[in-house]
């Protein structure tokens, strides 16, 4: 790390590097050089660029039944991750007790009703950071990707979402699975004008000011399909993710394709019937900028428009 030199030659004893926008640093530049800038006004300027710090990442993570798994995903989960929390089912296996003995410091909700979009809203009614991010917890998806979530967050987009089918791939999904889903994307993207890749998956991640536009409503496995529908509707920018899907790592899947197939239809045709509903305001269109990022390195092949 270079010294700050003094404008007489004189090296400080220590330094310290900050960062911030253009206009903070031009601000303590111009009060380190004017000559009757007094000492108190640097640690001032120095303590407003600290608040141009990392956006603060709550990872919440569903579970029913997952004593088998739980251990394994909690051990993937990076350290960009600021918080974990566990909301659970109504668990009758030993879930809990597995988990706070993997994690000490882990945020446990029990939800008050049933289904994954219940969860995810008790979830994220209790975190506390500025990103939400949201994955499985069976070990079919890697929580080891989040980084490359989080640094399409951090240029410009507002909706990350990992996708099977564009560089990533998937271990466990059925050919009729994969038939239900290709005929589905296909359908959002005709009614939404969109150009997804994938859409009953459920590891993603947004911004916290997003929430209110987003549609939690839904009870069951659709809350997916409704996330990412209300997501476009709401004209966010929305970046997709190369990511593999594995077999869960034990025990049976609660997904039912059928029953669940019908229940992600009757939400796409619902949220197309209120596709006019106000968006977040910002001049964006309606329909979503899809971005590709690269397969191997997790880079946006294109930047977010401005």
Not at 248 to 270: C, K, P, W
């Amino acid at each position: 790390m270079a010294p700050i030199h003094e404008p007489n030659g004189s090296t400080p004893a220590t330094t310290q590097v900050v960062s911030g926008s253009p206009a903070d640093l031009r601000a303590l530049d111009a009060a380190l050089r004017h000559p009757d800038a007094g000492a108190a006004e640097v640690p001032v300027i120095i303590s407003a660029l600290t608040a141009h710090e990392q956006p603060s990442v709550s990872l919440v993570i569903p579970t029913k039944n997952e004593a088998s798994n739980v251990p394994w995903v909690l051990g993937q989960i990076p350290a960009c991750v600021d918080e974990i929390v566990i909301v659970d089912g109504h668990s009758s296996d030993a879930t809990i007790v597995t988990a706070r003995s993997c994690r000490a410091d882990i945020t446990i909700v029990t939800q008050q009703g049933v289904g994954k979009g219940d969860a995810l809203r008790a979830g994220f009614a209790a975190a506390t950071g500025d990103v939400l991010v949201m994955i499985d917890a069976d070990g079919s998806m890697a929580p080891q990707e989040i980084p490359h979530f989080l640094y399409f967050l951090e240029n410009g987009y507002d909706f990350v979402k990992g996708s099977r089918f564009t560089g990533g791939g998937s271990r466990d999904i059925t050919r009729l699975g994969r038939m239900g889903n290709i005929a589905l994307l296909r359908l959002v993207n005709v009614l939404f004008e969109a150009q997804l890749t994938d859409l009953c998956y459920g590891f993603c991640a947004f911004h916290r000011r997003y929430l209110p536009f987003l549609n939690l409503a839904t009870t069951g496995f659709e809350v997916e399909t409704a996330l990412v529908i209300s997501a476009l509707r709401a004209g966010l920018r929305i970046a997709e993710v190369p990511s593999m899907e594995m077999p869960r790592r034990y025990g049976r899947s609660n997904l039912h394709t059928f029953r669940d197939g019908r229940r992600v239809l009757e939400t796409i045709l619902r949220e197309h019937r209120h596709r006019n509903l106000p968006s977040v305001g910002r001049g964006l269109q309606s329909v979503a900028v899809v971005a590709r990022a690269d397969s191997s390195t997790g880079v946006p092949a294109q930047r977010a428009p401005q």
